[in-house]
């Protein structure tokens, strides 16, 4: 168990392939001390860092496919299992198969009332919004926000302060800037302890506001920061999202040739990630614009 949280703080650091070292070594431990329940907890922890990090999405399915042929009839482990696959899916644009591991998984773990469970649901959400179902990821991340907001005696939870930054980026992406401002309001007085994935989606939710606002300048610079806090992580998803917003600020402030050398980052990033959905995606918009 202290290697799993040696594997959460660094993966919160944005050095997720140490943070996935570590978890297999944890996980090893655990299955020679016959642990099954520290085996659930760890394999779950796994998968969250294996589609967060560096590895490729053909490398992580089939990691995660390896993993589930170890489950032992253990059906809440595999629903875990099946909510990330459906992410890595949904990112090797096999948006059917996503969808599938989406509607198996989701009832098992719905009918829980565990951390983990809700912890997990950003990777439903962005399952979802992949594979186009923008409003069924909203209800995912909403209901996450609204259970971490209302957990434990902390003012702000900082589960619900990623989650609110998760939405603020998602109603960016939707048009619905009012809502965006109101999320990304939550918890603005409150330290984001750390946590590269909260830091830069704040960092990308203001400049998208201010570059729709016609804050040009300010939305740039908002942008450059989200990108100058991702960019020593190995974090390639959320690195290809803060290059998304800096293009997108300064397409908005007049700079098409930096805004599509910004773009042409994001896309390198989804390639090595192996995100073709995502990366389809960025290709057709700028196909639109040309």
């Known amino acids: 168990m202290a290697g799993r949280y040696l594997g959460i703080a660094l993966t919160r650091q944005g050095r997720v392939a140490e943070g996935c070292a570590a978890l ?15 085996r659930r907890v760890l394999i779950g922890t796994l998968c969250n860092s294996l589609c967060l990090g560096p590895a490729p999405v053909g490398q992580v399915i089939h990691r995660l496919e390896e993993l589930l042929g170890s489950t032992a009839g253990d059906g809440v482990l595999e629903a875990v299992i099946s909510r990330f696959l459906s992410l ?3 990112m090797a644009g096999r948006l059917d198969e996503a969808r ?34 923008r409003a069924g990821a909203e209800r995912e991340l909403v209901s996450r926000w609204r259970r971490f907001r ?41 330290p984001a302890a750390g946590y590269a994935g909260t830091v830069v989606r704040r960092l990308v939710a203001e400049a998208r506001l201010a570059a729709h606002h016609g804050r040009t300048a300010e939305g740039v610079t908002s942008a450059q920061r989200a990108v100058e806090d991702a960019e020593p992580t190995d974090l390639l998803t959320l690195r290809a999202l803060a290059w998304l917003a800096l293009a997108e600020a300064q397409r908005t402030d007049g700079g098409t040739a930096e805004a599509d050398a910004s773009d042409a980052k994001a896309l390198e990033l989804y390639d090595r990630k ?17």
């Open 150 to 190: 209302d957990f434990g005696d902390e003012a702000v939870d900082e589960r619900a302060m990623n989650t609110a930054a998760r939405l603020a980026v998602l109603y960016c992406n939707a048009g619905r800037w009012d809502e965006a401002a109101e999320f990304l309001s939550y918890g603005a007085d409150a």
């Open 88 to 90: 890595l899916l949904a």
């Open 24 to 38: 297999e070594s944890a996980l090893a431990a655990a299955d020679a001390s016959g642990d099954r329940a520290a």
């Open 100 to 133: 599938e591991r989406i509607r198996t998984s989701s009832p098992v773990l719905d009918a829980l009332d565990q951390s983990t469970q809700w912890t997990y649901r950003w990777a439903a959400a962005e399952a979802l919004e992949l594979t186009g179902d």
């Open 274 to 290: 192996g995100n073709v959905a995502a990366a389809e995606r960025l290709r057709a918009h700028a196909a639109a614009r040309a």
